[in-house]
Nanobody, 121 residues
Framework: QVQLVESGGGLVQPGGSLRLSCAAS???????????MSWYRQAPGKERELVAA????????NYADSVKGRFTISRDNAKNTVYLQMNSLKPEDTAVYYC???????????WGQGTQVTVSS
């Protein structure tokens, strides 16, 4: 049973930084490195949205326009961990941040339980 555990959330002032981590475990047939990893967020009253993603094989990254230039996604396949470095945080970044792992063949999708990020003075 694949498990994703996020950590690193908290309360930060506008302009501050946080680094989220997502530790993955429980892989049996397919290794962590074979999964594309992504971060989503969901603010109160809003739909869950993609924040950043990183591919499995060549670590190509993709970002939502709202976070480009401020957030960086990375992965450490040796540690089965994906990170989200968040700089220049704004109040509108406040949300629950979720980690997701997915692969296409065979299709598999796993979600973490989420970590709260609150940006407020």
């Amino acid at each position: 049973q694949v498990q994703l555990v996020e950590s690193g959330g908290g309360l930060v002032q506008p302009g501050g930084s946080l680094r989220l981590s997502c530790a993955a475990s429980g892989f049996t047939f397919f290794t962590f490195s074979s999964y594309a990893m992504s971060w989503y967020r969901q603010a109160p009253g809003k739909e869950r949205e993609l924040v950043a993603a990183i591919t499995s094989a060549d670590a190509i990254t993709n970002y939502a326009d709202s976070v480009k230039g401020r957030f960086t996604i990375s992965r450490d396949n040796a540690k089965n961990t994906v990170y989200l470095q968040m700089n220049s945080l704004k109040p509108e970044d406040t949300a629950v941040y979720y980690c997701r792992a997915d692969r296409s063949t065979p299709y598999r999708v796993y979600w973490g339980q989420g970590t709260q990020v609150t940006v407020s003075s």
